[in-house]
């Protein structure tokens, strides 16, 4: 398989294969993102939080890049990350040497032997609803203290001959809470409609406090920060035990046994493919305004739980025989359905008209990617 250039498609060097599905998508952000990963040659980005479910192709995208680019420079990749749920089996069997693994917590100062990063991406945060309200305090300590040592580097470095080019903050969408619907689909100047003491506080008020950091940064010291808010990305590289909603579909038509929905189902939503996503978290890094938020994400098909439910089970269906339906539980969480945003929709026009941002991948035919990425990786749970 080679892309439009000839160059052989994602030859990025694991041990083992990358599943199909991740080589066929790595080909066409290589060639979508080839203007930004042109600008980035030969510079050395750093990647907190690499390990994690963005990681996958925040990390393998650019190494796919260098390969089938082999006359230009190489862009060279740091990962940092605390890897509290240890090192993804996709990052220990890379191979390659345009790629560093650092253990670090982002609550660490910047090791004075690291390159002078060029590009930089705070993507480090517990994401998931589940696990950062068993953490609350080290969720919102990743998106203050660790963005914060990060800007103040970048600040110190702002007025030098080697200035940080681009820092990138991943924010969320949570940061707007439960909007009202005159504001849905939610446009960026939207202001929320957020809880400050509720169980999912610990994340959306540190997001929130994270990109007023970030804003202040751009205006007073200059720093190139930018600010992404993602909707619910979902596809490879989001690990099946994970307790988000797509996963734990996919994990119960795994096993063949009924899916479990854990509300009504009628809380809705829309779901950005993990391939379109990370495609404008590069437009943001490189072309994005300092000191601005982005919306990315789709901006349809709106659909309920129960129909994402529906949708799975039908693709499930066609690959694997699935024969479950769709039952009603309870989460072992009391918490679980607290300051849950009844609705959740983006306006994207920003991102489309600054950035030429276009997500592609119809719903359906992310969905059957998802299946068939955690059918190749049983699981990847690890
Ligand atoms: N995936 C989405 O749909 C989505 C939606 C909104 C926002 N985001 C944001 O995007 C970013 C990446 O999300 P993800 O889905 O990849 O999350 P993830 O939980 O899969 O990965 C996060 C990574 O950060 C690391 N990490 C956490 N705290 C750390 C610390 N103190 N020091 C070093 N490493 C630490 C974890 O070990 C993990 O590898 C997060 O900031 C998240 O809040 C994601």
């Not at 994400?297 to 739980?305: F, K, N």
């Not at 499930?316 to 918490?335: C, F, I, K, M, W």
């Not at 983006?346 to 035919?365: C, G, H």
Request: net charge negative; proline share 7%.
């Amino acid at each position: 398989m080679t892309n439009a250039k000839g160059a052989a498609l994602a030859e990025v060097p694991v041990r083992g294969a990358l599943p199909d599905v991740a080589v066929q998508d790595l080909a066409r952000l290589t060639e979508r993102l080839d203007h930004a990963f042109s600008g980035m040659a030969g510079s050395d980005l750093l990647i907190t939080g690499g390990a994690g479910f963005l990681g996958y192709y925040l990390v393998l995208a650019p190494l796919a890049w260098n390969r089938a680019n082999p006359s230009q420079e190489p862009i060279r990749v740091t990962v940092h990350d605390n890897f509290l749920r240890g090192v993804p089996r996709w990052l220990s069997d890379l191979d390659d040497g345009a790629l560093r693994l650092v253990e670090r917590d982002v609550l660490a100062p910047l090791p004075a032997d690291e390159p002078r990063f060029d590009h930089i991406i705070h993507a480090a945060s517990i994401a998931s609803p589940i696990y950062y309200r068993k953490h609350p305090i080290e969720t919102m300590d990743a998106n203050v203290e660790g963005l914060r040592l990060l800007l103040d580097h970048a600040a110190e470095r702002a007025d030098t001959d080697t200035p940080v080019r681009g820092l990138l903050f991943f924010s969320t969408s949570e940061i707007y809470g439960d909007p009202d619907t005159a504001n849905i689909p939610t446009p960026e100047t939207y202001h929320g409609n957020v809880s400050c003491t509720g169980p999912r506080a610990c994340y959306d008020e540190s997001k929130r406090y994270g990109e007023t950091l970030c804003v202040n940064f751009a205006r007073q010291s200059g720093v190139p920060v930018t600010i992404a808010r993602p909707f619910n990305n979902y596809g490879p590289g989001l690990r099946i035990d994970d307790r988000r909603v797509l996963p734990d579909f996919a994990r119960d038509v795994l096993a063949g046994r009924d899916i479990v929905m854990l509300s009504d189902g009628s809380a809705t939503r829309t779901f950005c493919y993990v391939m379109d996503a990370v495609d404008g978290y590069y437009r943001i890094l490189t072309a994005g305004r300092p000191g601005e938020s982005y919306n990315i994400g789709t901006d349809r098909p709106e659909i309920s739980m129960q129909e994402l439910a529906e949708h799975v089970t039908a693709i499930g269906s066609r690959l694997t025989g699935y024969a479950g339906s769709v039952v009603v539980g309870t989460s072992d969480d009391p918490e679980y359905l607290t300051d849950n945003p009844n609705r959740r929709c983006p306006v994207i026009d920003k991102a489309r008209t600054e950035l030429d941002y276009t997500p592609e991948v119809e719903l359906d035919d992310g969905l059957e990617r998802a299946l068939r990425w955690y059918l190749a990786e049983q699981g990847a749970s690890s």
